[in-house]
């Protein structure tokens, strides 16, 4: 019985060992997930932005401008908390300050709102001025919630 006894002890120790073991990796996987799924909407917005400055009809802004509208929107649930990874910029003010965070957001979103109902128009010279419009608001977040570049 007391054979018995230790071993149960023994595997409780390993099992707690084990569920120890699982939490900082499962954190670790949640911050890399958030990290790529941010940094993905990002260069996504980025890239429509450039195809935008570089289109010809107004007809073919309308999809990349609601692409920037639908990234900017899921920016807020992109940056749960303690997701800094090695490679993020994220500066960890971000989240002792949320609601200003949040605001900045909601400001990008304001003017890409704007920035798909210029397309939708189909004036093409107003939805390429638009842009750097939207950008400027993309950059008044980085100035204050993203660090210098690494490497
Ligand atoms: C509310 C803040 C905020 C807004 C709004 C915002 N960004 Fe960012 N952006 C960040 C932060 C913080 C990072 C760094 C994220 C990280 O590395 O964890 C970043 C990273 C980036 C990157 C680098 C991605 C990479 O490869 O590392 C690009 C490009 C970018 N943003 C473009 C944009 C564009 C374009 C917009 C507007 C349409 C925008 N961002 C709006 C905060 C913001």
Redesign the pocket.
């Known amino acids: 019985m007391k054979f018995l006894s230790a071993i149960l002890v023994a595997t409780a120790v390993a099992f707690g060992a084990l569920t120890i073991g699982f939490t900082a990796p499962g954190q670790a996987q949640d911050a890399a997930a958030a990290?790529k799924a941010?940094?993905d909407a990002?260069?996504g917005?980025?890239g429509a932005?450039a195809r935008i400055n570089k289109a010809e009809d107004a007809k073919a802004t309308v999809e990349d401008a609601k692409t920037?509208q639908a990234?900017?929107a899921k920016?807020g649930g992109l940056?749960p908390a303690g997701?800094?990874?090695p490679?993020?910029?994220?500066?960890p003010e971000?989240w002792t300050n949320m609601d200003d965070?949040?605001a900045?957001?909601a400001?990008?979103q304001k003017e890409?709102d704007t920035l798909v109902a210029t397309a939708e128009k189909g004036d093409l010279a107003a939805t390429k001025a638009q842009v750097p419009v939207?950008?400027a608001?993309?950059?008044?977040?980085?100035s204050?919630?993203?660090?210098p570049a690494k490497q």
Request: aromatic residues 10%; hydrophobic residues 50%; glycine residues 4%.
């Open positions: 990290w941010r940094t990002m260069k917005s980025g932005a920037i990234n900017v920016l940056f997701s800094i990874t490679e993020s910029r994220a500066k971000i965070f949040k900045k957001i400001a990008v890409a939207v950008i608001a993309c950059n008044v977040c980085h204050a919630y993203r660090g």
